[in-house]
């Protein structure tokens, strides 16, 4: 097999939750061939703290989000580049998200869209992509409410997920301890308010990430602030969503601060991971393959401080995991059986890394 692309999101500046050291998006190489070592570390363009990146499905083109905030800079912006046969980028556009600390990119399923979700402002927005693979204005849309933390006097819109039917949008808001539900209407580029408004989950929870299971009608939600995941039960032809309850990604006999960031289910459907930033660890779990309910399986060390967002390989035999304060990104092999995380051995300096994108295969 010839060797795989990977870009790497990461912090550029020092902000009041990171030192960023990085130069901008970074581009790297796989070779699976050599059990997945990492090479070609290179600056593929200079952006000021590209958190997030997102690919799109034809790999023609790659989304970055600018995360800005404060006095200077109270807005962020989303970037669209091209990715050139030697994958390097070349910037298409630029257009402010309208919000500040702008933190999670998503395509739709008909890769005519493209939303940002803004930690700050609880606003969400919607642009189309154009034949050329930059973007226009769709639709902005703002989540309000708040929650019984310190941290959720205010919504903050932390990741925004279509559905595998991609009718509905679902807004994490971390700020609300709330799953936004919106119907994407494609004509119009716009989203709107669906008759089921939100699944509530439990007080604190703090709603980060979530992920679909492939087959089963179920999403996982991972909460930062109480270190659980959810399971989202869905029917999507009546367009109704319930939470099926909770499961801590701790230790039960930990009692340090932590704070959950990214989830992944595994592409057969079998397992499930998770990450504890504070324990630094990733969390495992089994999949019942008639229910989809979750049983903790065990913890791994990601061997660095704060793992941000991880990727599964194409695969599904490797994860990478980014170790945001560590400056590190470290590998690890998927016992096909089980589940199980095992130690590679390998890592790889890498700036302040947050969001590790595979090149479609």
Request: charged share 20%; aromatic share 8%; hydrophobic share 35%.
């Amino acid at each position: 097999m010839t060797q795989q692309s990977l870009f790497v999101g990461t912090y550029t500046r020092k902000e009041g939750h990171v030192d960023g050291q990085a130069s901008g998006v970074y581009h790297m190489t796989r070779s699976p061939q050599e059990g997945g070592k990492i090479g070609h570390l290179e600056t593929a363009f200079e952006v000021v703290n590209p958190s997030f990146v997102k690919v799109s499905e034809d790999g023609k083109n790659l989304y970055a989000v600018s995360e800005l905030a404060g006095e200077a800079t109270p807005t962020g912006s989303l970037r669209a580049f091209a990715i050139g046969a030697d994958h390097t980028l070349t910037p298409l556009n630029e257009l402010s998200t309208l919000a500040g600390a702008p933190c999670h990119i998503e395509l739709d399923h008909t890769q005519q869209f493209v939303a940002v979700a803004n930690y700050l402002d609880g606003i969400v927005n919607l642009y189309r992509r154009m034949e050329d693979g930059s973007i226009a204005p769709a639709d902005t849309i703002r989540v309000e409410g708040s929650g019984p933390t310190p941290r959720q006097k205010s919504s903050h819109a932390h990741s925004v997920r279509f559905t595998p039917d991609n009718q509905f949008a679902l807004v994490m808001d971390l700020g609300s301890d709330k799953i936004w539900i919106f119907k994407l209407d494609q004509e119009q580029g716009q989203l709107l308010t669906h008759t089921q408004p939100v699944v509530e989950l439990q007080g604190g929870a703090g709603p980060r990430h979530l992920d679909f299971h492939p087959t089963l009608p179920i999403a996982y939600v991972i909460n930062e602030l109480d270190n659980t995941i959810n399971v989202i039960r869905m029917d999507l032809e009546a367009g109704t969503f319930k939470d099926a309850g909770a499961i801590s990604t701790l230790p039960a006999d930990f009692d340090g601060q932590s704070g959950c960031a990214d989830i992944h289910v595994h592409p057969s459907g079998k397992f499930l991971y998770g990450s504890n930033r504070g324990h630094n660890s990733l969390a495992m779990f089994s999949i019942d393959e008639e229910t989809g309910a979750l049983t903790l399986m065990g913890h791994i060390s990601t061997e660095g401080d704060h793992p941000r967002n991880f990727a599964i390989s194409p695969e599904g035999d490797q994860i990478y995991v980014a170790n945001q304060n560590a400056s590190n990104i470290v590998l690890y092999d998927i016992d096909p059986a089980s589940g199980m995380l095992s130690y590679t051995g390998d890592q790889w300096p890498v700036p302040t890394p947050v969001c590790i994108e595979f090149m479609p295969m």
